[in-house]
């Protein structure tokens, strides 16, 4: 799955901070009718999710750059998937759902506001599916606009 999305974090206190987002999330397949062609399926997206960054002491005190909160980090990251879905085929969609998902990361500052963030987390609550057991990682690439 691919996506694009815009956020703000806003910081709540020294350690801790609130991120939210919106964004298209979305994905390539082949297509069902021909094996010659590609079906494409976006839908949106909308999460919140409170970030505690429990390392940058740490990182302070050797040096490291701890530039836009580049430090590791813990959070439940509560996610709302809208049923609305862009499709250039008759691909059923997505269903709407909420999922709440605690997650454990890292996040670093490459190059001139840029960002790298890598995290893990487990799908605890899928409000559509009780028996979810889904695995979550983000590989993300942040370019800081302001």
Do not use: C
């Amino acid at each position: 799955m691919i996506g694009v999305w815009l956020n703000h974090e806003f910081l709540i206190g020294e350690y801790l901070t609130l991120n939210s987002e919106i964004g298209l999330e979305g994905g390539v397949f082949r297509s069902t009718q021909s094996s010659n062609e590609v079906d494409y399926l976006l839908y949106g997206t909308l999460a919140l999710e409170p970030i505690y960054y429990f390392n940058l002491i740490r990182r302070q005190l050797k040096n490291k750059k701890t530039n836009f909160n580049s430090g590791s980090f813990i959070s439940p990251e509560l996610v709302y998937i809208s049923d609305v879905a862009i499709s250039n085929s008759s691909l059923r969609g997505v269903e709407e759902t909420v999922l709440i998902i605690p997650k454990i990361g890292m996040r670093r500052f490459i190059w001139n506001k840029v960002i790298f963030e890598m995290a893990l987390g487990y799908v605890a609550i899928d409000l559509n599916n009780t028996d979810s057991s889904n695995l979550s990682m983000d590989l993300r690439l942040h370019y800081v606009l302001f």
